[in-house]
């Protein structure tokens, strides 16, 4: 059985994900797959993503993986990144799309008006680069990583939650937004843990190590 199954949807920098999980879980075995079957029997999957929301949505649906992956974000160790978080929510103003429905919420884009830094300079869109990512409670997959630690970005959208308890962290670009999100087995972050040095490769580790639950202390 395949200990990690990274979804292979055609969109995602795969390679630089399932290197990284080998890396630190040598003793477990990942699959990059697109077989919904090899995903539905997976200990742990991990959803990546680069790209467009309605790209995503056409080939989850194109390759028969858009359940398997709605039923293992909602029943298995499940971590998504990128566009792969921002998919699990209801509905993307990217080509307004409506994505996977997995958590209540919008993706929104960077408004123009409100890309402006404290000096009246204006921002760029795309969010690239590195910036500091503030937990908003303990969970297993923060363990040994410093709160405010930095994390490499690439988006132009971003994540509204519909429920405030999902935020699990959140990062200013000018304003806060939420860069990761956990309810139940279920973690996903808007930056790239496999582009982020130590502290991305220590959030990896602690997702190959987890076992899906979350202490009741980690709640506020």
């Known amino acids: 059985m395949t200990d990690i199954a990274v979804v292979d949807y055609g969109m995602g920098n795969l390679r630089s994900v399932s290197k990284a999980l ?3 879980a040598p003793e477990l075995t990942v699959t990059v797959t697109g077989d919904a079957r090899v995903i539905a029997r997976a200990g742990r999957v991990v959803f990546p993503g680069v790209g467009a929301m309605p790209d995503c ?8 993986l858009r359940e398997t992956v709605i039923e293992a974000a909602r029943h298995r160790p499940f971590l998504g990144i990128c566009l792969g978080m921002q998919a699990l929510f209801e509905h993307s103003e990217e080509g307004d799309a409506d994505g996977l429905g997995v958590l209540p919420g919008r ?3 960077f408004p ?3 890309m402006v830094d404290e000096r009246g300079n204006r921002m760029k869109v795309p969010h690239m680069g590195w910036n500091q990512v ?3 409670r303990s969970h297993p997959l923060w363990h040994g990583i410093a709160p405010g630690e930095r994390f490499y970005f690439v988006h132009s959208y971003y994540v509204e939650p519909a429920e405030p308890a999902l935020v699990a962290a959140s990062t200013s670009y000018p304003f806060p937004f939420a860069s990761a999100v956990a309810t139940g087995s279920l973690f996903a972050v808007q930056f790239h843990p496999e582009k982020s040095q130590a502290a991305g490769l220590a959030l990896l580790r602690n997702f190959a190590r987890w076992d899906g639950r979350v202490p009741e202390t980690a709640y506020p």
């Open 22 to 24: 080998e890396h630190v």
């Open 112 to 114: 123009a008006a409100a």
């Open 134 to 136: 503030a937990p908003a």
């Open 107 to 109: 993706v929104r884009r």
């Open 57 to 64: 949505m056409r080939e989850l649906a194109a390759r028969g």
